[in-house]
């Protein structure tokens, strides 16, 4: 528990207790993919998102990197700046994203790049994020991972692992693939570091499902994944925040608006004492 901070630990066990008695027949976990269900820091050194891995693995063409960096010092300070508004920031994170898939697709993008990445560049999940991939599966709560990474390499990564497993769905940037397997597009609305609130939820079959399940577990590694709430329909709702860095600047922030914080690049292990617990007591 070193690691774990409990902002209002009476109300985080008044949740848990409306949980149990409702069980896991109305419960279901949201989270993000890069950093959330996957590490931070391997050694000690940064741990390359996915978008990451195409750029150093060389995968792609050999000028890939240097016009991906070019857009990256291009809006990468738009993302930082609270000086600029929601709606236009918004718009210029779309603009890049766009940008960069249209990079990514004139750089060679197809099938067996997917392949190729996910066999050379390993994905380092959190410790216990495995347990609790299995445990959800066992006891048939929905997971629904939510990224602006590729959607086919997070599919791949978990086929790979094994843990592509029937309750878990997938919101995030999918490829549009030809006869050939190469990419020629992606799939719209593009999903970004500032717009996961607006991400289109009903069209997923297991909507109608999560109609009847009003107990959400959120996961995330920054403010912005707040935003994945918004659009699913819940009463009770824990929110779990992995700072993973800069803790000193952005503790009182992850203080004011998560319910739960794992600190230090920690493990899943808090994560699974909640499901057991909501799952087992109400077994019990």
Known sequence: MENVIITNEKKLNETINKMIKDGNDRLYIVSDFDKTLTNAFVIGQ????MIAQ????????????????ALFDIY???ELDNKISIKEKNEKMHEWWKKHFDLIIESGMNKKVIDEVVKK?????RDGAFELLDFLNKNNIPLIIMSAAPGDLIEEYLRYEKKLLSNIHIIANMFIWDKNGKAVGVKEPIIH????????????????????????????????DLDMIKGFPYNNLIKIGFLNENVSENLEEFKKNYDVIILNDSDMDYVNEILK???NKHSA
């Open 46 to 49: 940064k741990a390359h998102t």
């Open 54 to 69: 195409l750029r150093e693995g060389k995968f792609l063409s050999p000028d890939y990197p240097k016009k991906a960096f």
């Open 76 to 78: 990468h300070p738009i």
């Open 121 to 125: 560049m390993k994905m380092h999940f």
């Open 193 to 224: 570091s500032m717009n996961k609130h607006e991400t289109e939820i009903k069209s997923l079959l297991i909507y109608k499902e999560l109609l009847k399940r009003k107990n959400v577990i959120l996961l995330g590694d920054n403010l912005e």
């Open 277 to 279: 617990n909501i799952v």
